[in-house]
């Protein structure tokens, strides 16, 4: 099985440069890992101490920062790496300010590869976040006597670990995982039933970062000002069956706001087009006082999440097609319901928050677009959801106090 194991990553290298002649963020993955040994050749010498935090893309990112920033505290003598499979995690979070010593991609997971970029540091701890595994990096991990961890772990039935060809996966991850940090209590029981015992359920470390969303400045500028006393909407991230939501909701509820954050700013036209007569953020000058529109199109990134606490409901993208359900927490955690669609199978706290009653999922834009403007019109519904969702935060464990303790121990 390894023979194969290692067929497929050559053959996933050779389809990714193929493809990268045709998709701009596949290039950009390719061209970005040949930059990765030098980076960290330049950045850290070879008795340098590291803790590597790996994450496949932004989401998974966020998921680990919380134990990362809680790792750098206790090894403030440690330096920080992280590695990124995915462009889109790597081109957010290298162009912010970030605690790491170095971001950069991981490497392909040939052994050369792997063992030449082990090579040129000092590891001392590694962490992978949710699910991403590379089986040489784990292997060579393991022979430089590196304690190995998954944080926020998901297992899900239709993996390849709970198939008849998943035995040698699953042989890999008990030789080299020193524990796995479970979201869930079903996750923990399937990791158990394949012979992965070495693992506790700590939660899921987004509920950690997004507590601390609510004791953080929110303002943002203008905001209150288009708002004024009426219900507003949030169409965070948002695609096309979100902003099909948004226009319904538009011509059933003229007097409410609608705030929208498109997925991609290349969107922007296109609501443009939809809304003819909604006002861009970034046009917004400071001599206006009367906003003469209902629906404010965000053209500007990073304000999503302080603008959730300005809402009254969100509509929360990607969950009307197999894209992948974006954050849903950070609307929560303000106290707001969240609407969404029923496409969410790696998503666990979508269900857990329909379970209390603090969001929605529909199979179709319709039915949401009916739903926002029941809540809309009815107050007592809206609070109860409203307090449901902030409640379904509130009352989650410190998981990274709990995975701090045991890596610690």
Same mark, same amino acid.
């Given at each position: 099985?390894?023979?194969?194991?290692?067929i497929?990553?050559?053959? #996933?290298? *050779?389809?990714? &440069?193929?493809f990268?002649?045709? %998709?701009d963020?596949t290039k950009?993955?390719?061209? /970005?890992? !040949?930059?990765?040994?030098?980076?960290?050749?330049?950045?850290?010498?070879?008795?340098?101490?590291?803790?590597?935090?790996?994450?496949?893309?932004?989401?998974?990112?966020?998921?680990?920062?919380?134990?990362?920033?809680?790792?750098?505290?206790?090894?403030?003598?440690h330096k920080?790496?992280?590695?990124?499979?995915?462009?889109?995690?790597?081109?957010?979070?290298?162009?912010?300010?970030?605690?790491?010593?170095?971001?950069?991609?991981?490497?392909f997971?040939?052994?050369?590869?792997?063992?030449?970029?082990?090579?040129?540091?000092?590891?001392? #701890?590694? *962490?992978?976040? &949710?699910?991403?595994?590379?089986? %040489?990096?784990?292997?060579?991990?393991?022979?430089? /006597?590196? !304690?190995?961890?998954?944080?926020?772990?998901l297992?899900?039935?239709?993996?390849?670990?709970?198939?008849?060809?998943?035995?040698?996966?699953?042989k890999?991850?008990?030789?080299?995982?020193?524990?796995?940090?479970?979201?869930?209590?079903?996750?923990?029981?399937?990791?158990k039933?394949?012979?992965?015992?070495?693992?506790?359920?700590?939660?899921?470390?987004?509920?950690?970062?997004?507590?601390?969303?609510?004791?953080?400045?929110?303002?943002?500028?203008?905001?209150?000002?288009?708002?004024?006393?009426?219900?507003?909407v949030v169409f965070?991230?948002?695609?096309?069956?979100e902003e099909?939501?948004?226009?319904?909701?538009?011509q059933?509820?003229?007097?409410?706001?609608?705030?929208i954050?498109?997925?991609?700013?290349?969107?922007?036209?296109?609501?443009?087009?939809?809304?003819?007569?909604?006002?861009?953020?970034?046009?917004?000058?400071?001599?206006?006082?009367?906003?003469?529109?209902?629906?404010?199109?965000?053209?500007s990134?990073?304000?999503l999440?302080?603008?959730?606490?300005?809402a009254d409901?969100a509509?929360?993208?990607?969950?009307f097609h197999?894209?992948?359900?974006?954050?849903?927490?950070?609307?929560?955690?303000?106290?707001?319901?969240?609407?969404?669609?029923?496409?969410y199978?790696?998503?666990?706290?979508?269900?857990?928050?329909?379970?209390?009653?603090?969001?929605?999922?529909?199979?179709?834009?319709?039915?949401?677009?009916?739903?926002?403007?029941?809540?809309?019109?009815?107050?007592?519904?809206?609070q109860?959801?409203?307090?449901?969702?902030?409640k379904?935060?509130?009352?989650?464990?410190?998981?990274?106090?709990?995975?701090?303790?045991?890596?610690?121990?």
């Open positions: 099985m390894a023979f194969l194991y290692n497929f990553i050559h053959l #996933l290298i *050779f389809g990714m &440069k193929v990268s002649l045709f %998709n963020k950009k993955g390719v061209e /970005g890992r !040949k930059e990765s040994l030098q980076k960290v050749k330049s950045g850290f010498s070879k008795s340098d101490k590291v803790i590597w935090m790996h994450a496949a893309s932004l989401g998974e990112y966020e998921q680990g920062l919380p134990v990362l920033e809680q790792l750098k505290n206790q090894f403030s003598d920080i790496l992280v590695t990124f499979f995915s462009p889109s995690g790597y081109d957010n979070v290298v162009k912010k300010k970030n605690i790491a010593d170095i971001v950069c991609y991981l490497p997971d040939r052994k050369s590869d792997v063992k030449e970029f082990i090579a040129q540091f000092n590891v001392q #701890l590694f *962490f992978t976040v &949710k699910y991403d595994y590379w089986y %040489n990096l784990l292997q060579e991990l393991k022979n430089k /006597g590196v !304690k190995t961890y998954v944080i926020s772990a297992f899900y039935e239709s993996q390849s670990f709970f198939t008849s060809y998943g035995k040698w996966f699953v890999q991850l008990q030789k080299n995982i020193d524990w796995f940090f479970h979201q869930t209590d079903m996750s923990f029981a399937l990791a039933s394949v012979g992965l015992s070495k693992s506790s359920v700590t939660g899921d470390t987004r509920f950690d970062r997004v507590k601390q969303l609510r004791n953080r400045n929110n303002h943002v500028d203008f905001i209150k000002d288009f708002i004024g006393e009426d219900k507003t965070g991230s948002s695609w096309q069956a099909k939501i948004a226009s319904e909701v538009s059933g509820n003229p007097y409410a706001k609608l705030i954050a498109p997925h991609d700013l290349k969107r922007v036209q296109h609501l443009k087009q939809i809304f003819t007569d909604a006002i861009l953020y970034s046009e917004i000058k400071d001599s206006v006082k009367n906003f003469q529109s209902s629906i404010l199109i965000i053209d990134i990073g304000l999440s302080k603008l959730y606490s300005y409901i509509v929360v993208g990607g969950g197999d894209a992948g359900l974006h954050n849903i927490l950070e609307a929560a955690t303000c106290g707001v319901p969240v609407i969404f669609g029923n496409h199978r790696k998503n666990p706290e979508a269900d857990e928050l329909i379970s209390v009653d603090g969001g929605r999922s529909f199979e179709n834009t319709g039915l949401a677009a009916d739903f926002v403007m029941f809540l809309i019109n009815n107050e007592d519904s809206l109860a959801m409203s307090e449901n969702a902030e379904f935060v509130s009352d989650k464990p410190n998981s990274t106090e709990l995975i701090i303790k045991k890596i610690l121990s």
